[in-house]
């Protein structure tokens, strides 16, 4: 795609993420798409702190410009310094998310004090108050959800909705909703599961998310044909163009991503798969923040070394400890990860592994997944079926949709206060991994197909009718904005 003329090059695209990881990345990732592919100027704005730990990770030559928007954590009754809810217990992430409705004044007055008015501005899930400031300077506005459609879509229908609190029942259906036949209770995340409707949660995620709904549209980090259902909720509850335009290229952001504390030199860890057999390795990593409770943590080791299958275990301390903390013997089988190791059979990562080189190993089998949506993106690309275990925010709903509308799934266990046993680990293993005659090979088989589809969506080719979706909807995307901007000009004369 290279439609960059003079022209769109004075363009300027706003984006404005939340202060988290799972959102600054995939901003980032877009932000570099939106430069490198299409030409526009981009500015990204945030808090200070979060601003400034990007900087030394934007790629050379970059013509993105950060803006910082004047933010102290201390004014909100958080700790000094706090800007990102990597640094924060969840208590007070949500406090975090009150505190950026500060933003406000101070992102009016930049996009008052620019030069020339942004061609758009692309913005958060939770800032739906961008909608009325983009309005009132008569800007294209579009929220860009970095989750796919069919998780959102649920985690939208739930806040906006909250069924959970209109019935006793442990099973209710989306008034909104009626494609998903059921949720259960055990699918909520822990926040949901205890909202009132007046709790700051409720009060927080009703008005935001109900805001972006009046957006001009919205980008979803997706695939058409691999998430109909979620895409089909957003065209009907906002009446609004949607686009799927994922996945947005990771690989751009590496540096930005890899400022974590390896676990291990990629290196070592890549040796450790070319010693083992084809397809013979289970990956098991809970993401960038989640972890699971301590029983549960002595359960899957039980399990796993039961199982007798080699695996790559990225293991972080139980809740209640310090996350990024040591690992304490007494959390494991009694010589667990001396015996894993003595026999070749399992390696024990701290803090932080090299995801995409594992998934895309030919060795590496089968992810044993929280399934966020990066990480589903990431496995499914390289063609490698999940395992799943839900702990937290969409990620029940992604489950959802991995067992059973794409059929590359199966839950092992669900959020991280649930009692699991060993016997479960097992037995979900032997089915996705023994099983390469039945449930396993066509969940394989299934996997590879939506890889060809991933693959399909973003292809490049000059041709018109080559062109994946992804990209003939980012394209889409910016000729409706380009549009209303002729538009908004010729009202103005
Ligand atoms: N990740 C990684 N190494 C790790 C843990 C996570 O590279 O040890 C990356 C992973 O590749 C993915 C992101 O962190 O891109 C996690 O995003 P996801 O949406 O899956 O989950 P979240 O961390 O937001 O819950």
């Known amino acids: 795609m290279n439609r960059s003329s003079m022209a769109q090059r004075q363009e300027n695209v706003i984006l404005f993420p939340f202060m988290a990881q799972g959102h600054l990345i995939p901003y980032l990732a877009l932000a570099l798409e939106i430069e490198k592919k299409l030409g526009y100027t981009v500015t990204f704005v945030n808090t200070p702190l979060n601003i400034q730990k990007l900087r030394p990770s934007l790629p050379p030559n970059t013509s993105i410009r950060l803006i910082e928007l004047p933010f102290s954590s201390s004014d909100h009754n958080l700790p000094p310094n706090s800007e990102n809810t990597d640094v924060l217990p969840y208590p007070l992430i949500i406090r975090l998310l009150e505190s950026s409705l500060s933003l406000k004044p101070s992102f009016i007055s930049l996009i008052h004090n620019l030069t020339h008015p942004p061609l758009c501005i692309i913005a958060d899930m939770f800032f739906g108050w961008t909608v009325d400031i983009a309005r009132d300077f008569g800007i294209f506005h579009s929220v860009f959800l970095s989750g796919g459609a069919y998780g959102m879509a649920i985690y939208y229908s739930i806040w906006l909705n909250q069924p959970q609190l209109k019935t006793d029942s442990d099973e209710f259906s989306l008034p909104d909703f ?3 036949f059921r949720i259960h209770r055990s699918q909520l995340a822990n926040n949901a599961a205890e909202a009132t409707g007046t709790d700051s949660w409720s009060v927080f995620y009703k008005t935001e998310l109900a805001l972006t709904l009046k957006s001009d549209g919205f980008l979803i980090n997706t695939v058409e ?12 509850k906002t009446g609004k163009p949607v686009w ?9 952001t590496y540096k930005a991503r890899s400022n974590k504390v390896a676990g291990i ?62 690992i304490r013997s007494e959390w494991l089988p009694k010589g667990f990860e001396e015996r894993m190791r003595e026999k070749n059979r399992g390696l024990l990562v701290r803090k932080w592994a090299p995801q995409l080189e594992i998934l895309s190993h030919k060795s590496t089998s089968v ?3 929280h399934c966020g949506w990066n990480s589903i993106l990431e496995s499914l690309s390289f063609g490698v079926p999940i395992i799943g275990w839900p702990i937290a925010a969409d990620q029940f709903n992604n489950v959802k949709l991995l067992e059973e509308e794409i059929r590359v799934c199966v839950e ?14 097992m037995r979900v293993i032997d089915l996705v991994m023994n099983n390469r005659k039945g449930k396993g090979e066509e969940m394989k088989k299934k996997a590879c197909e939506v890889r060809e589809m ?9 041709e018109a009718s080559f062109k994946g979706s992804s990209v003939k909807a980012m394209e889409e995307f910016f000729d409706k904005a380009l549009l209303m901007r002729k538009k908004t000009k010729m009202d103005d004369q």
């Not at 266990?413 to 016997?423: L, T």
């Not at 991933?454 to 000059?462: G, P, R, V």
């Open 412 to 425: 092992v266990a669900r959020g991280n206060r649930s009692e699991i046993k060993h016997e479960d680990v």
């Open 265 to 326: 030199n990629p290196d070592l860890c890549i040796e450790w798969l070319d010693n083992h057999q084809e397809d013979s390795v289970l990956y098991i990593s809970f993401g960038s923040q989640n972890t699971i409770s301590s029983s549960q943590l002595m359960e899957l080791a039980i399990g796993l070394e039961k199982s007798g299958k080699n695996f790559i275990w990225v293991i972080r301390p139980p809740i209640g400890f310090d996350i990024n903390g040591e």
């Open 178 to 180: 009626p494609q998903i």
């Open 244 to 252: 799927a335009i994922g996945p947005v290229n990771y690989s751009l």
């Open 367 to 369: 992810f044993l997944s």
């Open 454 to 462: 991933i693959k399909d969506a973003i292809k490049e080719d000059d």
């Open 225 to 236: 044909d691999l998430d109909l259902i979620g895409l089909d909720y957003f065209r009907r």
